[in-house]
Nanobody, 122 residues
Framework: QVQLVESGGGSVKPGGSLTLSCAASGSIFGANAMGWYRQAPGKQRELVADITSRGRTNYADSVKGRFTISRDNARNTVSLQMSNLKPEDTAVYYC????????????????WGKGTLVTVSS
């Protein structure tokens, strides 16, 4: 099992920057992806960005050019650098882990952090 702990959330003014971090502990050997989802009141939880253990990244269109995701495989951490923040970015951000499997007899699984609140307002 994998446990995920987020940090770095807080309040920032529009145009400001903030960095979120997630530390993973447990059995995380093998191919996997770690990323960030967010959920605002009245909205569905959506993928913000993720990154595989091999370094492939994926971003939501709404954050491309503003957010950068990175990971440290040795320390089992993933970070999300957010810049030019907008009020629309206000949400609870959740760290996510999922396995990447290539064998049909292996079942993929995932894990979620408890979330950290990011508030962007004047």
């Amino acid at each position: 099992q994998v446990q995920l702990v987020e940090s770095g959330g807080g309040s920032v003014k529009p145009g400001g920057s903030l960095t979120l971090s997630c530390a993973a502990s447990g059995s995380i050997f093998g191919a996997n992806a770690m990323g960030w989802y967010r959920q605002a009141p009245g909205k569905q939880r959506e993928l913000v960005a993720d990154i595989t253990s091999r370094g492939r990244t994926n971003y939501a269109d709404s954050v491309k050019g503003r957010f950068t995701i990175s990971r440290d495989n040795a320390r089992n951490t993933v970070s999300l650098q957010m810049s030019n923040l907008k009020p629309e970015d206000t949400a609870v951000y959740y760290c996510h882990f999922r396995t990447i499997v290539t064998a049909v007899e292996v079942t993929a699984w995932d894990a979620w952090g408890k979330g950290t609140l990011v508030t962007v307002s004047s």
